[in-house]
């Protein structure tokens, strides 16, 4: 399973979300990666963000447990790899939060992007 969510800004460079989510199959992934506008503004009242649209398809392929490459709509494959967490002091476990344990046990990742131009 793979829940992708990007930051980054639009054309006319308004920041917006993206996410895109589905099964990973032979090594690889392709979605449609929606967009979305409105939510919650800092300091602001609860407001849900809605379904602005769909930007294209994003494709990730993973060539081993640690990197791979992603192309977004309209540009060419960049490399990702895994980001190091860092492993936690297992005399400190009792300390970390119920989430965090979880990720852990269940291999939550963060890929980090390189621009290769």
């Known amino acids: ?5 990007v930051y980054g800004y639009d054309l006319s460079g308004k920041p917006t979300f993206y996410q895109s989510s589905g099964t990973v199959n032979n090594n690889s992934f392709a979605g449609s990666l929606a967009y979305y506008t409105g939510g919650t503004p800092f300091g602001g009242s609860w ?19 640690n990197s791979g490459t992603i192309t977004f709509p309209g540009e060419i494959a960049k ?9 936690p002091c297992l005399s400190h476990m009792s300390q970390v939060a119920d989430a965090h344990i979880v990720a852990l046990l ?3 990742r963060r890929m980090s992007m390189r621009d290769e131009r």
């Open 1 to 5: 399973m793979v829940v992708l969510t």
């Open 106 to 108: 269940f291999g939550a």
């Open 79 to 87: 490399a990702i790899s895994k980001f190091n967490w860092g492993t």
């Open 47 to 65: 407001k849900s963000a809605s379904l602005a649209g769909n930007a294209g398809q994003v494709t990730v392929n993973f060539t081993d447990s």
